[in-house]
């Protein structure tokens, strides 16, 4: 069982695949973490994450299986992430690692669950259920704010929407890879509890 989970910047995409992870005995993956893993590498190294030769280097020196670090939670790594998502080269290293995830999860699991912004059309076009998460942009932004400030890291709410604002756009807008709908369910989270949104996925899941 594979499961896509798309959609744009903090919209709830992480929340509503660990329960469907769990309910389902699913391996998880948060792609956002490969690119921000490689945002991360960048910020740290001071270099720029516009130049390929920098954002290619960055792929081979990243070990996509290490990459809890809170440190690429912040917004800068954010959107050194969405700058480097925007080569194809880039896309392309990390197309392998994210597919053989999705058809070989670790023994005992029964499938996989991949969020991200092109699971649904790249990574995983042939998955089983695909789902598009949304939100208003003013709700993701707190909820964004919230989790910086829990994690102890700056920002403040306007920085938080100005800086979402300006990676869905980048997101939307590239050439390669852009964020899409493609043959999914659209939910909108909103005005919904997390246990709310998992209900609308669950049941979904039981009449396709
Ligand atoms: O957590 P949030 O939704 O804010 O972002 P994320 O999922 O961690 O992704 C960070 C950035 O990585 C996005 O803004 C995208 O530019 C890029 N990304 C992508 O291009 N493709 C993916 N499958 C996942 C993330």
Redesign the pocket.
Known sequence: MIIAI??????G??TLAKKLATHFNLACL???????AL?STILKDRKDPKDLKVAVNAVKKVDLKSIQDIE??T?K???Y??????FPEV?KE?LGF?REFANYPPKGKLGAV??????GS??CPGADYKFFVTASQEV?ALR?YKQLQENGLKGTYASVLAD?EQ??E??RT?KV?P?KVVDALVVDTSDKTPNEVFTDALSYINTK
Do not use: M
């Not at 991949?114 to 699971?119: E, K, T, Y």
């Open positions: 798309d959609g744009p910047a903090a919209s995409k992480g948060d792609t956002g973490r490969l690119y921000r945002g690429l939670y917004e790594v954010a959107e992430a969405s700058i480097v998502a925007s896309r990390l994210q991949l969020d991200g912004r092109d699971i790249v990574v993701r964004r979402i990676r869905d980048r997101d590239r890879s964020l």
